[in-house]
């Protein structure tokens, strides 16, 4: 899975915040707040990362049991899958 | 990812406001316009050489975007005089738009061409807002000096919409197309636009040949016309226009926010988490303000940005606005008493008049 281009993950006043840039704004003219660990996430998959991967950076960096980081993970994942932001 | 756009605006702007975050930025690319239009606070021609001369260049408005982006902007705005008039904004806004900003573009629409409108439409802003003077080529030629500007708005519009880039409309009030408003709006809403109006108009900002006071509306007629919206609209209320700044948070009454006695005579965005940039190179709090003014293209935008904040802090709070029973209705701030009076902090005459009008409206219609 990996994210399209055309898209900058931008760190403002302690939010994690998601900009289209250039053409991009023609199918996506908004914004995207991420959680901490959603921003994780978003840079893993901006360079294109299976969902192992993203399970192992998530217990990598926070203390959570695996069950709920899979979901965490899932959800992620078909949010932006419904958005369309794959490629 | 769960917030909507409108909460993480409010959100960051909260933060920034806090942590003194150049959230949004306003950048005033020319002063230049191929308008005249005679209530404007800011008008070279669009020929003036001296202007010209005095403008910065696209090189160094692409370095400010990137040192404001690096200190937290998200907001940007892009605005003039007529920032089309300029021959490197494809340069600077092309640059711009790769950088991660949230991008709005104010312009009068009349120099759109399909080529333009092409270019944009690969990479659009945000939003566009065009400013319309007028309903009929008559009116717009009174009120911007130009009868052929309202085909050409029209065209510009239309070009743009075919381009799916997303549009708004704004009306700037004044004696001259007051009686144009229903119109504005049904044409807004034929072509399926949101539109606005900026019912404060201030006195010029710097020395150029415009007149605002002889234009704007009496007291006495603009309170009459934010009393009855519906009837000079025809239909659903427009959102208003202050500017940018205060625009992303207009609902509540600004004053609600506003501590008098923390002696911070701002109750909006200005120099706490937005910033204004002049044409000609000054960092102010907001486009009304040509002083207090830093300096960020010699002295690099941090270092500005922080100046400014000492800065505004050494505006005295108007102490009269600050006690009068007034104050709820009153659109003082200290921007505005600046260009009305000369002083921060000296009650201005047109809006006190105007906040006692709108008071005393409300009561007959028994809203107090
Ligand atoms: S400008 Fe006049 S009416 Fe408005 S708050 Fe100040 S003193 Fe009161
Ligand atoms: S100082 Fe006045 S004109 Fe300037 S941004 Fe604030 S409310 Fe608006």
Redesign the pocket.
């Known amino acids: 899975m990996k994210i399209k281009e055309g898209f900058m993950l931008r760190e403002i006043a302690d939010s994690w915040v998601v900009v289209p840039v250039g053409k991009r704004v023609v199918e996506f003219n908004g914004l995207i707040s991420l959680s901490e660990s959603g921003a994780l996430l978003w840079q893993k998959l901006e360079n294109g990362a299976a969902e192992e991967d993203l399970l192992k950076s998530m217990l990598h960096e926070y203390e959570i049991e695996e069950d709920a980081a899979l979901a965490d993970i899932r959800d992620f994942i078909r949010t932006l899958d419904e958005k369309g932001l794959f490629e | 990812m769960g917030t909507s756009w409108v909460q993480l605006s409010e959100t960051l702007t909260g933060r920034a406001k806090e942590k003194r975050i150049p959230l949004m930025g306003q950048f005033e690319l020319t002063s230049r316009c191929n308008l005249q239009c005679k209530m404007c606070y800011v008008n070279n021609s669009a020929s003036d050489i001296q202007a010209i001369s005095r403008e910065r260049s696209a090189k160094e408005w692409i370095q400010l975007a990137e040192d404001a982006g690096r200190a937290g902007m998200l907001y940007l705005l892009l605005t003039g005089g007529e920032v089309f008039l300029r021959q490197d904004f494809r340069e600077i806004y092309g640059e711009i738009s790769l950088m991660g900003f949230n991008t709005h573009i104010y312009t009068n629409g009349t120099l759109i061409t399909p080529e333009i409108a092409s270019w944009l439409g690969q990479r659009p802003p945000s939003q566009i807002e065009i400013s319309l003077y007028g309903m009929s080529p008559d009116t717009y030629g009174k009120v911007s000096g130009f009868t052929w500007g309202y085909e050409r708005a029209l065209r510009g519009i239309d070009l743009l919409r075919s381009q799916g880039i997303n549009l708004k409309l704004r009306m700037t009030l004044v004696q001259g197309n007051i009686h144009d408003s229903e119109r504005f709006a049904e044409f807004a809403q034929e072509r399926g636009l949101e539109f606005g109006y900026v019912k404060?108009i201030?006195p010029r900002r710097e020395g150029c040949n415009t007149y605002p006071e002889a234009e704007r509306l009496s007291p006495e007629l603009l309170a009459e016309f934010e009393m009855n919206l519906d009837k000079h609209f025809g239909f659903e209320e427009p959102k208003q226009f202050?500017?940018f700044?205060?625009g992303k948070a207009l609902d509540a009454s600004?004053f609600d926010e506003w501590n008098v006695e923390s002696c911070d005579?701002?109750?909006?965005?200005?120099?706490k988490c937005?910033f204004?940039s002049t044409w000609d190179g000054k960092l102010t709090?907001?486009?009304?303000?040509d002083s207090p003014a830093a300096f960020p293209f010699e002295n690099g935008f941090l270092k500005a940005w922080s100046a400014l904040q000492a800065l505004c802090s050494s505006i005295p709070v108007c102490g009269k606005c600050s006690e009068c029973p007034l104050l709820q209705e009153c659109w003082t701030?200290?921007?505005?008493l600046k260009n009305e009076t000369g002083f921060f902090d000296k009650p201005a005459p047109y809006l006190c008049e105007l906040a006692q009008r709108i008071h005393g409206n409300l009561k007959a219609a028994q809203k107090l």
């Not at chain 2, 005579?265 to 120099?271: K, L, Q």
């Not at chain 2, 709090?285 to 303000?289: A, D, I, K, M, R």
């Open positions: 404060y201030s202050e500017h700044a205060l600004p005579p701002f109750y909006c965005t200005a120099g937005s204004w709090p907001c486009s009304l303000l701030c200290p921007a505005r």
